[in-house]
């Protein structure tokens, strides 16, 4: 059995990882980038009787699996999310995190004065693993408060984090003591979570490495000034997410170019844009140039046309002229 204040960190031991087919590790070597899954415990301590628990697990930055917080049950986004993991694997590691969500905040409710903790306030735990092609597996398990790093987790030991202060070093020195669950939490996030991201990348390799072409056209945006033009460049729907887009003069980048977010569609895919304020008579040779990896190699170029600038100009005109009616009015 585990000491009472471990029993949230009981997982997996060693011998109970089994080895996966060279099948499944040979694939990863078709995904070119580093890989990572991870489990989030984000839970909201209201008062010393009141917390409320949220989870999920991510692929990178695709979401898997949801979590109920009264039943402790996943439910799975993909239709890959169960991996390679049996049905009594993936019940044992519901049972865990469950176990986990209701017994972790009782450490801090119970050192609230000790570590000056103040009510309404916010812990998150993120476990999970990366894979590297052609390298180990990492391991990871890192503690949050209040959106700032306190603790982490690595080699059997937890490490304050430099922001942390005194409370990462109260919180450390409280959970070093129990070395043996510190080995087993090694053992999870070494051996467990590989083979389980290992399945998750295997059961969904069709869907994960599919490719779906950007489209890209410009806009104009409000104008930021009297002889200037905002142009807006737009890609969307394009998978997998990582995407270059630039405005260029000629093989020249424009350093003032704006980024957006890469935001998601309801479909899977994403969409980006990129603006750049110009003045108007210098917008004649600029372009567009977006780089993906399902365009095989070869750049997608949207030109700022005379067309599209005229009725820019055009546009800007109308906007200074009604301005200047609205301003005399």
Not at 63 to 84: A, E, I
Not at 91 to 117: A, C, G, N, Y
Not at 216 to 239: D, E, K, R, T
Not at 302 to 328: I, Q, S
Request: charged share 15%.
């Amino acid at each position: 059995g585990c000491p009472s204040l471990a029993r949230f960190f009981c997982i997996l031991s060693p011998s109970q990882c089994a080895l996966l087919p060279q099948s499944i590790l040979s694939s990863t070597t078709d995904f070119q980038e580093p890989i990572s899954f991870r489990t989030i415990l984000t839970t909201s301590f209201y008062n010393h009787s009141w917390t409320q628990n949220q989870g999920s697990a991510w692929l990178d930055e695709l979401q898997t699996h949801g979590w109920n917080s009264k039943t402790g049950v996943f439910f799975y986004l993909q239709p890959w999310s169960r991996g390679n993991f049996s049905k009594k694997e993936l019940m044992k590691q519901e049972r865990d995190f469950q176990t986990f969500s209701i017994t972790f905040p009782l450490i801090f409710q119970d050192h609230v004065s000790q570590w000056q903790l103040e009510y309404p306030f916010l812990v998150q735990v993120v476990k999970g693993c990366v894979l590297h092609v052609g390298e180990a597996s990492k391991g990871f398990l890192r503690i949050a408060y209040q959106g700032s790093d306190l603790v982490s987790f690595q080699n059997t030991s937890w490490w304050p984090s430099p922001k942390g202060g005194n409370r990462a070093q109260e919180v450390c020195k409280l959970l070093n003591q129990y070395y043996v669950v510190n080995v087993r939490i090694e053992a999870h996030v070494n051996e467990v979570c590989p083979r389980f991201l290992l399945g998750l990348l295997d059961a969904g390799k069709a869907d994960l490495q599919r490719q779906v072409r950007p489209e890209a056209w410009l806009s104009g945006g409000p104008s930021p000034g009297p002889g200037h033009l905002l142009l807006v460049c737009h890609v969307s729907g394009f998978y997998p997410k990582p995407v270059w887009v630039m405005w260029m003069r000629g093989e020249q980048e424009q350093p003032d170019s704006q980024r957006g977010d890469v935001l998601p569609h309801a479909d899977g895919t994403w969409y980006h844009q990129v603006s750049l304020d110009v003045e108007a008579r210098e917008a004649a040779g600029l372009s567009c140039r977006v780089r993906h990896s399902s365009l095989g190699g070869q750049d997608m170029h949207r030109p700022v046309g005379w067309v599209f600038l005229a009725v820019m100009v055009l546009l800007v005109l109308l906007a200074g002229l009604a301005f200047w009616l609205w301003k005399h009015w």
